[in-house]
């Protein structure tokens, strides 16, 4: 019986001294180190257009304790959103063949960012009295970032105004945002009209929204498409205007030197024969096209 006891207690003592061998070997072989991420740059500056995930790992370096240069393991991992005006971080991973993951975060700022910009095609002119208004049709929203964000747009609706006894006004605001959490708001009108004033002729743009920067004016008239009659466009020599002598452009109101939303109106009028001989110029309708000076900062 003690002679059993014995070979028993060997047998356990040579089991644990295997087991603690083998644990200490794993121990001292094993890889729990992950890889270290160096940068040549702790921020990087980028047009938006240039900031593709191989620009952003340019200057870019991972080694491994075992493993050595795992320079090329590195991927980008997050992109947040805006910690600042056009800035964001970057992640950045590095693996080595034990799956141990090195991290590591540098600023992006991007150089010619702007915030989503709105696009409206087409005045906000509709017949009173319809049961549905689709005040979206000719509105839409582009991203620097994201492109096309016209899906996202919210909208919610101001007081309504009574202009005349057939015609009101519905205040309107627009929202979007993009995947780096800037938004852009924007207050609009839109007119309710009788048909006959629907139907009055008054000045088309091709937009009716531009964006400039502090200290840029643009040519307000180069925006001129024709005429706007009823919901079509037509050309101004088909209903016997000219567009450079017809259309008198009033941007008085607009500050292009500081940021804001501004109105610029474009009115219509023609000739008209007296019987002295003399003319005087008859009035027609009016556009207004919206000018967002941006802040550049």
Known sequence: ???????????????????????????????????????????????????????????M??????????????????RSKFIGMATRNISYAAFDKSNNVGTFVRKLVYTDYHSPHFVISEPLRFVAGNSTY??????????????NLSSQIKITFGETETTSGSASAQ????????????????????????????????????????YVRPGQRPNLR??????????NTRDFSKLGFDGDS??????SKVDY???????ATYRLTHPTAMADGGTYRTEFG????????????
């Open 1 to 59: 019986m003690r002679r059993v006891r014995l070979l028993l207690l060997v047998f356990f003592l040579v089991v644990f001294a295997i087991f603690m061998f083998t644990s200490i070997r794993d121990y001292l072989t094993s890889d729990y180190q992950a890889p270290e991420i160096q940068a040549d740059e702790d921020v990087l500056y980028l047009s938006v257009h240039d900031a593709t995930d191989e620009a952003l790992l340019a200057g």
């Open 61 to 78: 370096t991972a080694t491994d304790n075992l493993d050595g240069d795992v320079t090329d393991s590195l991927v980008v991992a997050l």
């Open 134 to 147: 689709d005040y979206l049709r000719h509105v839409s929203a582009v991203d620097c970032l994201d492109g």
């Open 171 to 210: 205040d309107i605001f627009l929202q979007v945002t993009n995947s780096a959490g800037d938004t852009s708001s924007l207050k609009l009108t839109a007119t309710f009209e009788d048909y006959e004033s629907y139907s009055k002729a008054s000045p088309a743009l091709t937009d009716y929204i531009i």
């Open 222 to 231: 180069s925006y001129l498409n024709g005429v706007w009659t009823a919901g």
């Open 246 to 251: 017809d259309v008198s452009i009033d941007d």
């Open 257 to 263: 030197r500081n940021p804001g939303v501004y109105t």
């Open 286 to 297: 009016s556009a207004t096209m919206i000018i967002v000076v941006e802040d550049p900062s």
